[in-house]
């Protein structure tokens, strides 16, 4: 077969050292222009040396790009396919990045937020089959672990669909107990989801989180040894983050049996006490994501998920990587925004996707506890209506 020739660049290629992407693809999915190409004819087989000598776009990101554009082609879009996001907005101390109202378990209103919640599932199930929806991934967004092992067992047996994925994002290890994990055992495809999380204790004080690794891994050894799938979501960049801390970071990551590593430059207005960098900063930042794209390809993980953050003109890459067939459909589907959303709780979002007409109408959820509390019949009505 002969090679493929390359044609020659028709300009000199620009500097683009300084930043992570070149201008044509800082946009908010590389992905979607990755799908221009393929569309005006250039074989998916040949997109990386066509972004390499027109584009002038090096090798490391030009297969993130494609990796990512090729997983993202086998999502299956069905309208009739939804996810169901259950939020519990119950901590006891609010982390940098979350921008949600949250509440602590002292709230004289905790126990009537469970009847509450209860009485919004059980609204949402009859919704869901009334529209004959098939539930592909549900999430308990918040602390869903506040709750005791028999409210947990309730709030699950109204919640584990057939063959759907149960995600739990886990935002206090210490609420891990024997009698919670034997609960979960009972359902198929349960993985919990570490949620902002660092082991670099400098990184963590950013983050407002007030705990080290060593406090919690012993809780965290008790969903290794039940064998759920670990989900682990890592901030990169934050600080005077170098290539030696992230390494130890994805290290400790694997260590845990993360299935899925998902990546986050979290420079943006969310974190609090985090400054944007200065430009000086973009090259150091593009090297921590080019150690991490080579350090994950070497142990077997596969980008599924690609989106960019916009700095102050810069673009930072934030990149799902998964071993093969464990990637998180709930994360994936919601980042691209493809799916259905039924949002159940307290500051939760519906979300009804038409993608033949690329549409979105969206429903919020008062982040109010009170007002949740004693106007759950008015707001589980308006959801009714908001799906007919």
């Known amino acids: 077969m002969p090679k493929l020739r390359i044609p020659k660049a028709k300009e000199k290629p620009k500097d683009f050292s300084k930043m992570p992407w070149t201008e044509d693809f800082r946009v908010e999915f590389p992905t979607q222009k990755v799908a221009q190409i393929v569309n005006s004819g250039v074989p998916i087989n040949d997109v990386r ?9 090096d090798f490391r990101k030009s297969n993130l790009v494609v990796e990512a554009y090729k997983s993202e082609c086998c999502i299956v879009r069905n309208d009739n ?16 990045n979350c921008d949600r109202q949250i509440y602590k378990r002292t709230n004289k209103c905790f126990k009537d937020y469970f009847d509450a919640l209860l009485f919004d599932v059980i609204a949402t199930r009859e919704i869901i089959l009334k529209r004959g929806y098939f539930v592909k991934s549900v999430c308990f967004t918040g602390n869903v672990l506040v709750f005791s092992a028999e409210e947990l067992s309730k709030l699950l047996s109204l919640c584990a669909y057939t063959l759907n994925e149960i995600c739990i994002e886990l935002s206090d290890a210490k609420l891990i107990t024997e009698q919670k994990m034997a609960v ?3 359902y198929p495809n349960v993985r919990f989801i570490l949620n902002a999380l660092t082991f670099n204790m400098v990184t ?9 690794f060593r406090e919690v891994y012993d809780y965290l050894k008790l969903i290794i040894s039940n064998g759920f799938d670990i989900s682990v979501r890592l901030v990169v960049g934050i600080g005077k983050e170098r290539e030696l801390q992230l390494g130890r ?19 943006c207005p969310k974190i609090k006490n985090a400054k944007p960098p200065t430009e000086d900063r973009y090259p150091a930042i593009r090297r921590l994501h080019e150690y991490s794209n080579d350090f994950l390809l ?36 919601s980042t691209y925004g493809i799916s259905t959303m039924i949002g159940c709780g307290l500051s939760s979002s519906c979300i009804k996707v038409n993608n033949l007409h690329k549409t979105k109408e969206i429903l919020n959820t008062t982040g109010d506890l009170c007002e949740y509390i004693s106007n759950i019949k008015q707001i589980t009505k308006t959801k009714r209506e908001f799906f007919e």
């Not at 396919?81 to 940098?96: A, G, H, K, R």
């Not at 963590?204 to 080290?212: C, D, G, S």
């Not at 003109?313 to 459909?329: A, I, T």
Request: one cysteine or more; proline letters at 3%.
């Open 81 to 96: 396919e939804v996810l169901l996001n259950i939020s519990v907005p119950i901590c006891e101390n609010q982390c940098s």
């Open 49 to 57: 040396d066509y972004l390499f000598a027109e584009k002038h776009m």
């Open 298 to 333: 070497e142990q077997r993980y596969s980008p599924y998920f690609l989106y960019c953050s916009d700095i102050q003109g810069g673009c930072f890459e934030n990149v799902g990587y998964c071993l093969p067939n464990k990637k998180c459909k709930y994360i994936e589907d």
């Open 249 to 267: 970071n994805l290290k400790y990551a694997i260590e845990l049996g993360a299935s899925c590593i998902d990546l986050y430059s979290m420079h």
């Open 184 to 186: 979960l055992r009972k």
């Open 204 to 212: 963590l004080r950013v983050l407002n989180k007030h705990f080290e």
